[in-house]
């Protein structure tokens, strides 16, 4: 499976932006898909991820309430809509997908990574 992150840019504090992952392969439906974001010095850390059938997400607590996750297993694509955001949010934003995982927020249960799209946030 490969994965292509994109939809990253430079938005206001309290705007909104709508990251897309495309993946390619005919199993995409299979996979639970995440996304997880790495701030500069930071470690790169869970922020949502899906189910197969979409019938599950989590979040992570930063920003349950403000982001979204959803799939399009026909056009082999999952979304991350981000509202609300902050200056915190900024970092580069990973997609991930994973096959029978049992943790989503665990990155060590992801078998395939995007290239990462980069989101900043101004105050």
């Known amino acids: 499976v490969q994965l292509q992150a994109s939809g990253g840019g430079l938005v206001q504090a309290g705007g909104s932006l709508r990251l897309s992952c495309a993946a390619s392969g005919r199993t995409f439906s299979r996979y639970t898909m995440g996304w997880f974001r790495q701030a500069p010095g930071k470690e790169r850390e869970f922020v949502a991820a899906s189910s197969w059938s979409a019938s599950n997400t989590y979040y992570a607590d930063s920003v349950k309430g403000r982001f979204t996750i959803s799939r399009d297993n026909a056009k082999n694509t999952v979304y991350l809509q981000m509202n609300s955001l902050k200056p915190e949010d900024t970092a580069v934003y990973y997609c991930?997908?994973?096959?029978?995982?049992?943790?989503?927020?665990?990155?060590?249960?992801?078998?395939?990574w995007g290239q990462g799209t980069l989101v900043t946030v101004s105050s």
């Open positions: 991930a997908a994973a096959i029978g995982i049992v943790s989503v927020s665990r990155l060590e249960n992801y078998n395939y």
